[in-house]
């Protein structure tokens, strides 16, 4: 028998970050494990839902044939890939990190987006000023007032 469940597959843990006030022009981020976003959705819904309510519309900016892409070159921020979740109590905007991102860029794009505290010794470093650009480029799409951390 063929099954599309797969219960032999390991529990992941979901690598997502929220602000704590809801409603801005970012609200968090969510660090994809791999490159099958649909497969990773229902556990991103799940945890959601005590927040959001019941999940009643989720919007992409990136095209569905592929999976999210992140575009930062030579210092200019390009369009980058944001999820519009809307559940009955509340709506986010999450920055999706792609599963290739570097380890150190994903977790200060993980910060930035939610607004969380970034020790200062990372401030000088690559990572902060390439996730920076980042979260504020998706911030400037949005077509809200860029608040920088």
């Given at each position: ?16 970050t929220l602000a704590s ?19 990773e959705l229902p556990e ?106």
């Amino acid at each position: 028998m063929i099954s599309d469940r797969d219960d032999h597959r390991p529990a992941t843990r979901l690598r997502l970050t929220l602000a704590s006030e809801l409603g801005r022009d970012i609200d968090g981020a969510w660090w994809l494990r791999t490159v099958r976003t649909a497969r990773e959705l229902p556990e991103l819904i799940a945890t959601l839902k005590g927040r959001l309510g019941e999940i009643v519309d989720i919007n992409v900016n990136w095209s569905l044939d592929g999976p999210p892409r992140m575009t930062f070159y030579g210092g200019e921020c390009k369009r980058q890939p944001v999820m519009t979740l809307t559940g009955a109590n509340a709506e986010i905007s999450l920055l999706v990190v792609p599963s290739t991102t570097s380890a150190a860029l994903a977790v200060m794009i993980l910060r930035h987006a939610a607004r969380l505290p970034i020790e200062p010794f990372h401030l000088d470093s690559d990572a902060f000023k390439t996730a920076e650009g980042i979260v504020l480029a998706a911030r400037a799409q949005r077509g809200l007032p860029v608040t920088s951390l």
